[in-house]
């Protein structure tokens, strides 16, 4: 029913260099509306003609148990859709206009504090596989001292380090290209990484050897693994707080605006498109503060 679906699946991905998880949740968003639509034998030309179908259907989705994040990327998904066809000029408007979505909570993310992640490093120390551990060591630095994506960890290979120049310099979200500098501690961490550890793990019989980042049987290290790995060190370590590979993330921006950081350089290592989406951790700095003078103020 809707069109040019396969043409507007190439334009995410070679006009707008989309990821391949955001075309499939606009593709998953689109096709749900579409169902929508069948189920109620409405055709396209109505929707286009009459705005208060797309109206109904989002106040459809209101009834439901989705949450209302994901009926606001239900929303971006279909308005990215219709401006598409505006561009291509087989339709004249955006139907949602004037359809309201609910506002969301803003929720700040967890952070670590500094001995939090002193702690957590030191549990993946203390392990029975060495190979493994210092595999493991060495992604928690990145993760915090670099502030890299759990997907890109995924993605990493060694082509993308240049220790002469100090950086990593790969391709993130939006395939985007972000140099990220080595600190001491995460070029010290890959160097013991790769020359005592990866290298033996490269030799298993199914190894993938172009990804830095390998598991037990040579194979490229996955999200989940990555997840399962710090989730334990986490437990190992009694720290409570829910905690994930993008915590760490969270907690190295945080730390960099505490420690006085231009928050342009910030969005610039996180590669964020919007600053707006760096400017929360100017208020979980803040929180840090206030936390830590609270807690001053009460033992005195």
Not at 11 to 39: A, R, W
Not at 55 to 84: A, C, M, Q, V
Not at 120 to 131: A, G, M, P
């Amino acid at each position: 029913m809707l069109k040019n679906l396969e043409h507007f699946v190439q334009v995410l991905k070679i006009e707008k260099n989309h990821s391949v998880n955001t075309i499939d949740s606009y593709l998953s968003d689109i096709k749900s509306f579409e169902k929508y639509l069948l189920k109620r034998k409405i055709t396209f030309k109505s929707v286009i003609k009459d705005s208060e179908i797309v109206k109904k259907y989002f106040r459809y989705l209101g009834r439901t148990k989705i949450s209302p994040k994901s009926i606001k990327r239900k929303y971006s998904s279909l308005s990215s859709y219709f401006n598409y066809l505006i561009d291509r000029k087989i339709t004249k408007k955006n139907p949602l206009y004037g359809v309201y979505t609910p506002k969301l909570k803003t929720k700040l993310p967890e952070i670590l504090s500094y001995e939090e992640i002193k702690i957590i490093f030191k549990q993946s120390e203390n392990t029975d596989n060495e190979l493994l551990g210092l595999r493991d060591r060495c992604i928690l630095e990145l993760l915090y001292s670099c502030g890299l994506r759990v997907s890109e960890l995924c993605e990493l290979k060694i082509e993308n380090i240049q220790f002469d120049n100090n950086v990593i310099r790969f391709f993130g979200k939006g395939n985007k290209e972000r140099m990220i500098p080595l600190t001491v501690n995460a070029k010290e961490q890959l160097e013991t990484y790769l020359y005592q550890s990866r290298h033996i793990l490269a030799n298993r019989r199914s190894s993938e050897q172009k990804y830095v980042f390998l598991s037990n049987n040579g194979k490229r290290l996955t999200r989940v693994a990555i997840w399962q790995s710090i989730k334990k060190y986490v437990n190992a370590a009694g720290i409570t707080k829910t905690v994930s590979p993008h915590t760490f993330r969270h907690s190295f921006a945080t730390h960099l605006i505490d420690g006085k950081a231009n928050i342009i350089e910030v969005q610039a290592l996180l590669g964020h498109s919007d600053i707006s989406t760096t400017e929360v951790y100017i208020h979980l700095s803040r929180n840090s503060i206030d936390k830590e003078y609270r807690n001053a103020f009460d033992k005195k």
